[in-house]
C-alpha cells in the first residue's frame, strides 16, 4: 500500500469542531473508496468517487459528512459538527480501475473526538 | 447489495501449520476478491487476489479458492510463521459495486 498518502494520521477534535481528513492516491490512480473502521470491526464502505465526480455515497451518513475529490489535490473527507460516536480509524483506497479491480489503502486517519 | 461473511472470527495455530479462512458472498454478479491482512496500527494490505474466471491461485505460502456456485473463497496460509499474526479481511466486488468486506479474523500464529 505505500503511495497512498493520509494525513493527518491522528487527529484530536472536540465535540462540535469539523474534521478534515486527506488522502492522496497512487500516482495515476484516479478511484478513491473512503471505509471507516470501529475497534476491533471490519471496514465499512463509506463512498466511491472519482475525480470531480461522487459515483457512490450510499455509506455515508447524509448530514455532517461530506467528501470530494478534486480534479487537483487530495481527496477531502470532511465532518461537520463531530460527535463523540465519529471517534473511528478513516481509511481511504486508491484503484486504477475503480470497481472490480485492485484497491490499496493507506495508513488511515484514527480521530479522537473528546 | 453484497454481504460478505467470514469465518472464523479468531483462529490460533502453531507455528508451521497450516491456517484456512473462509467467507461466502450473495451477489452472484461479483467478479473480483481480495484478501488483506492487517497489521496493528496499519492500513490493510493486499495479499492476494482472485478473479471469477479463475479457481485457484497461488502466491509462495499463500493460496486462495474460488467455488463461483457455492459464492465461497478461502485463502489458505501454509508453514505459518509468527509474523503471519494480524487481522485478515476478504472483501468482495463487481463491475457495479463497490467492494464490501468480511467482519475479519485474527490470526494468531504460536512460536
Known amino acids: 500500500n505505500a503511495g497512498v498518502m493520509q494525513n493527518p494520521r491522528h487527529l484530536v477534535r472536540r465535540r462540535g469542531q469539523e474534521a478534515r481528513l486527506r488522502c492522496s492516491p497512487m500516482?495515476?490512480?484516479?478511484?478513491v473508496y473512503w471505509y471507516r473502521q470501529l475497534p476491533e470491526e471490519g471496514l465499512k464502505f463509506m463512498v466511491y468517487?472519482?475525480?470531480?465526480?461522487?459515483?457512490?455515497e450510499s455509506g455515508m451518513p447524509k448530514e455532517r459528512f461530506s467528501a470530494e475529490f478534486p480534479k487537483e489535490g487530495p481527496s477531502i473527507l470532511r465532518i461537520q459538527q463531530v460527535v463523540r460516536g465519529d471517534s473511528a480509524a478513516y481509511f481511504c483506497?486508491?484503484?486504477?480501475?475503480?470497481?472490480?479491480?485492485?484497491?490499496?489503502f493507506g495508513q488511515g486517519t484514527r480521530l479522537t473526538v473528546v | 447489495g453484497e454481504n460478505v461473511e467470514q469465518h472464523p472470527s479468531t483462529l490460533s495455530v502453531q507455528e508451521g501449520d497450516s491456517a484456512v479462512i473462509k467467507c461466502t458472498y450473495s451477489?452472484?454478479?461479483?467478479?473480483?476478491f481480495p484478501w488483506y491482512k492487517q497489521e496493528l496500527g496499519k492500513g490493510p494490505q493486499l495479499i492476494i487476489d482472485?478473479?471469477?474466471?479463475?479457481g485457484e491461485k497461488k502466491d509462495q505460502r499463500i493460496a486462495v479458492t474460488l467455488n463461483k456456485t457455492a459464492k465461497h473463497f478461502s485463502l489458505h496460509i501454509t508453514e505459518t510463521q509468527p509474523e503471519d499474526s494480524a487481522v485478515y479481511f476478504c472483501?468482495?466486488?463487481?463491475?457495479?459495486?463497490?467492494?464490501?468486506f468480511g467482519a475479519g479474523t485474527r490470526l494468531t500464529v504460536k512460536p
Open positions: 483506497a486508491s484503484s486504477p480501475k475503480g470497481r472490480g479491480g485492485e484497491a490499496f
Open positions: 500516482k495515476g490512480h484516479s478511484h
Open positions: 468517487l472519482q475525480k470531480e465526480n461522487i459515483i457512490d
Open positions: 451477489d452472484s454478479a461479483s467478479n473480483y
Open positions: 482472485i478473479r471469477s474466471n479463475v
Open positions: 472483501a468482495a466486488s463487481s463491475n457495479n459495486n463497490d467492494m464490501r
